[in-house]
Each structure stands twice: as structure tokens, then as C-alpha cells.
């Protein structure tokens, strides 16, 4: 499970990494880009503190991160998709 995660997350951050340079003309790629990247960031921000949360529910931590994790990947991988099919 952890594998499958970490390379879904990995093959995430390279597609949005590089979905300006096909997605946006060419004059606003450095512009798309900076924001992708400070997303990605903030990104982390974002997990950490679910796992904060998770972590006061009670229970096993790991496990319902592990959840959380999955269901996050599943959702933003649909809406990228979307974004995609749209473009």
C-alpha cells in the first residue's frame, strides 16, 4: 500500500508539474507553473495537519490516514482527469 501511494503521489506531482507546458499558452507558463509548485507545497502543509487531525480522533492513526490517503489520491486523480478530458 505504501508503494502504490508513493508512486501514485509521485506520478501526480510530475503531471502537475508539467500540465503548463500542454494545458496553457506559452506566455503564461512561468506564471502557471510558479502556482502549480507553491501548490504542491502547500500541498504538504495540507497532509500534515490531516494527520494532526487524524491523530485526535483517536484509534489507529496510521490506518485512518492510510484511508484519508487513498480517498484524497482517488478524488484529486478524477479531478484531474477531468481537467484533462476538458482541455
Not at 57 to 62: A, E, P, T
Amino acid at each position: 500500500c505504501y508503494v502504490c501511494f508513493g508512486c501514485a503521489s509521485s506520478f501526480f506531482n510530475v503531471i502537475g508539474s508539467f500540465v503548463p507546458l500542454t494545458a496553457f499558452p506559452a506566455k503564461d507558463t512561468g506564471k502557471v507553473s510558479a502556482c502549480v509548485q507553491v501548490c504542491m507545497s502547500l500541498g504538504i502543509t495540507v497532509q500534515t495537519q490531516a494527520f494532526r487531525w487524524l491523530q485526535t480522533l483517536g484509534g489507529d492513526s496510521v490506518t485512518n490516514y492510510l484511508i484519508y490517503a487513498l480517498v484524497f489520491t482517488d478524488f484529486t486523480g478524477v479531478l484531474m482527469c477531468l481537467v484533462f478530458w476538458s482541455a
